[in-house]
Nanobody, 125 residues
Framework: QVQLVESGGGLVQPGGSLRLSCAAS????????MGWFRQAPGKEREFVAV????????YVADSVKGRFTISRDNAKNTVWLQMNSLKPEDTAVYYC??????????????????WGQGTQVTVSS
């Protein structure tokens, strides 16, 4: 099992940027694909981005394409979500999640077995 702790959330104006971090501890010797999800008030949690265990492939949801980028550094056991050109509709609690994977990985929430506690991102003027 891997433990995840997110940081970097906060209040930002529309058009601004934030970088979220997710620090992993515990069973970091296993291979995990890492993902970011978010949940806005009154809405279901939704997929944002995912990256494979080695950091060589990734993809993001259409709603954030061209604005958000996911990356990782396995030597630091850390995953980042760089968020640019933020919009009010990006306001949500953002969660980091881990999925055991040595090859195939998915963006399906149920495939992620370890979750962080979430960090609040608020985009408002």
């Amino acid at each position: 099992q891997v433990q995840l702790v997110e940081s970097g959330g906060g209040l930002v104006q529309p058009g601004g940027s934030l970088r979220l971090s997710c620090a992993a501890s515990g069973d970091t010797s296993s291979s995990y694909a890492m993902g970011w999800f978010r949940q806005a008030p009154g809405k279901e949690r939704e997929f944002v981005a995912v990256i494979n265990w080695s950091g060589t492939t990734s993809y993001v949801a259409d709603s954030v394409k061209g604005r958000f980028t996911i990356s990782r550094d396995n030597a630091k056991n850390t995953v980042w979500l760089q968020m640019n050109s933020l919009k009010p509709e990006d306001t949500a609690v953002y969660y980091c999640a881990a999925q055991k994977s040595q090859g195939f990985y998915s963006d399906y929430e149920g495939d992620f077995r370890s979750w962080g506690q979430g960090t609040q991102v608020t985009v408002s003027s």
